[in-house]
């Protein structure tokens, strides 16, 4: 019999992001109804919720500047509910999305109902808040969750030196692909026809979040010189974010405003057939004030449709994209080495396919989900 499992996190389907996606591959794959997830409400939730495997849980998570702290009702929302499902439902371990704020209910309820709590750890929320009250909570929690879910090398090693936390505590549990939906012998359809892109053009894809320290803004910057050295390249950029307007101002600065198509959300069909259009996938990272890159799922899904990468070498992409055999990896604060990267993988056409056909092979062999629910299934098992 499948255990009772309970899940807490803001971030769940069909909140676009990496995040949001591991959480449903892992939770859909851990069990049925018996898997409990508190998540936040959003546009489209009743209609994703309606046939999906687990039983889902909806609350209204709002954070109110006029009272300090502004999340103050986000965790007593987050309390109240999953405290009763673990009550009622018997639930055999406590899952957190993050370490704030659904770390903290999750080691509350764990505590008061004696189930081991794990946490989810993605790198780039342990290193933004500084060193106040938040980074001083999130230590609290991290440092006595049973579990902790690192989804790399790297934020391994934040966790220890940075965090505090205990080695044997941490668990690498590398994010997933799916191998069969992002897969290189898939119908691309007229994805770049429909967005006003010709058939013969070179295509760079970035997706994520439009912030700068995905480096999308110097990928900008690097076209004109790439048409220059005689690229008949367009950018095409998908998501959403805070840097939009920036990023569609300096496009039209750089007189490559023809040649950049932002185009949001896309569909959960069209994401694959846009992997499949592109010559190469770029999200040449950098460290902002601290705020990095914690492992770039995007990157296994490029590699998973066989498309070579160029990454920036801060964070822990370097789990993602492996230096001169899945892709490059490079300085992404210099746009010149961005500018060659692109170039070379533009210019070698065999060596470009070489690399994307050892980034399908990486991941078949280490980033799908059955070898991580394995994984978590073997430590669910372990009494701490």
């Given at each position: 019999?499948?255990?009772?499992?309970?899940?807490?996190t803001?971030?769940?389907?069909?909140?676009?992001?990496?995040?949001?996606?591991s959480?449903?591959?892992?939770?859909?794959?851990?069990?049925?109804k018996?898997?409990?997830?508190?998540?936040?409400?959003?546009?489209g939730?009743?209609e994703?919720?309606?046939?999906h495997?687990?039983?889902?849980?909806?609350?209204?998570?709002k954070?109110?500047?006029?009272?300090?702290?502004e999340?103050l009702?986000?965790?007593l929302?987050?309390?109240?509910?999953?405290?009763?499902?673990?009550?009622?439902?018997?639930?055999?371990?406590?899952?957190?999305?993050?370490?704030?704020?659904?770390?903290f209910?999750?080691?509350?309820?764990?505590?008061?109902?004696?189930r081991?709590?794990?946490?989810?750890?993605?790198?780039?929320?342990?290193?933004?808040?500084?060193?106040g009250?938040?980074?001083?909570a999130?230590?609290?929690?991290?440092?006595?969750?049973?579990?902790?879910l690192?989804?790399s090398?790297?934020?391994?090693?934040?966790?220890?030196?940075?965090i505090?936390?205990?080695?044997?505590?941490i668990?690498?549990?590398?994010?997933?692909?799916?191998?069969?939906?992002f897969?290189?012998?898939?119908?691309?359809?007229?994805v770049?026809q429909?967005?006003?892109?010709?058939?013969?053009?070179?295509?760079?894809?970035?997706?994520?979040?439009?912030?700068?320290?995905?480096?999308?803004?110097?990928?900008?910057?690097?076209?004109?010189?790439?048409?220059?050295?005689?690229?008949?390249?367009?950018?095409?950029?998908?998501?959403?974010?805070?840097?939009?307007?920036?990023l569609?101002?300096?496009?039209?600065?750089?007189n490559?405003?023809?040649?950049?198509?932002?185009?949001?959300?896309?569909?959960?069909?069209?994401?694959p057939?846009?992997?499949?259009?592109?010559?190469?996938?770029?999200?040449?990272?950098?460290?902002?004030d601290?705020?990095?890159?914690g492992?770039?799922?995007?990157?296994?899904?490029?590699?998973a449709?066989?498309?070579?990468?160029v990454?920036g070498?801060?964070?822990?992409t370097?789990?993602?994209?492996?230096?001169?055999?899945?892709?490059?990896?490079i300085d992404?604060?210099?746009v010149?080495?961005?500018?060659?990267?692109?170039?070379?993988?533009?210019?070698?056409?065999?060596?470009?396919?070489k690399?994307g056909?050892q980034?399908?092979?990486?991941?078949?062999?280490?980033?799908?989900?059955?070898?991580?629910?394995?994984?978590?299934?073997?430590?669910?098992?372990r009494?701490q």
């Amino acid at each position: 019999m499948k255990q009772a499992l309970l899940m807490i996190t803001e971030l769940f389907l069909p909140t676009k992001g990496g995040s949001a996606v591991s959480f449903d591959d892992d939770f859909r794959r851990l069990g049925d109804k018996e898997v409990h997830i508190v998540t936040k409400a959003v546009p489209g939730d009743k209609e994703f919720d309606r046939n999906h495997p687990n039983s889902i849980y909806r609350l209204t998570l709002k954070r109110h500047p006029w009272i300090k702290p502004e999340s103050l009702f986000m965790y007593l929302n987050l309390f109240q509910k999953s405290l009763w499902l673990a009550l009622t439902k018997r639930v055999q371990a406590v899952f957190a999305g993050r370490a704030l704020p659904e770390g903290f209910i999750a080691l509350l309820v764990g505590r008061m109902t004696g189930r081991n709590v794990l946490i989810y750890a993605h790198g780039e929320e342990l290193t933004g808040w500084g060193r106040g009250k938040k980074f001083k909570a999130m230590c609290f929690t991290l440092q006595r969750a049973n579990w902790l879910l690192a989804n790399s090398e790297n934020t391994r090693d934040t966790l220890i030196n940075l965090i505090g936390v205990a080695p044997e505590r941490i668990v690498i549990t590398l994010p997933t692909v799916d191998e069969n939906r992002f897969h290189p012998d898939l119908d691309a359809g007229n994805v770049k026809q429909a967005a006003g892109i010709a058939a013969n053009k070179k295509l760079i894809l970035s997706v994520g979040r439009l912030q700068l320290r995905k480096g999308f803004d110097h990928t900008i910057r690097a076209l004109p010189l790439l048409i220059e050295q005689g690229h008949d390249v367009d950018y095409a950029l998908i998501g959403i974010g805070e840097e939009m307007e920036f990023l569609k101002q300096l496009a039209t600065e750089l007189n490559v405003a023809d040649r950049v198509h932002f185009l949001g959300h896309v569909s959960y069909d069209d994401l694959p057939r846009w992997y499949k259009s592109c010559d190469l996938f770029a999200m040449p990272n950098r460290n902002i004030d601290g705020d990095s890159e914690g492992f770039g799922l995007v990157f296994l899904e490029a590699g998973a449709t066989a498309k070579p990468c160029v990454s920036g070498i801060d964070g822990g992409t370097g789990s993602a994209v492996v230096n001169g055999e899945t892709g490059l990896r490079i300085d992404g604060e210099q746009v010149s080495k961005i500018t060659k990267a692109i170039d070379y993988l533009l210019s070698n056409p065999d060596e470009a396919q070489k690399m994307g056909d050892q980034a399908r092979a990486r991941v078949l062999a280490n980033f799908t989900h059955q070898r991580r629910i394995k994984q978590l299934q073997d430590h669910l098992a372990r009494k701490q």
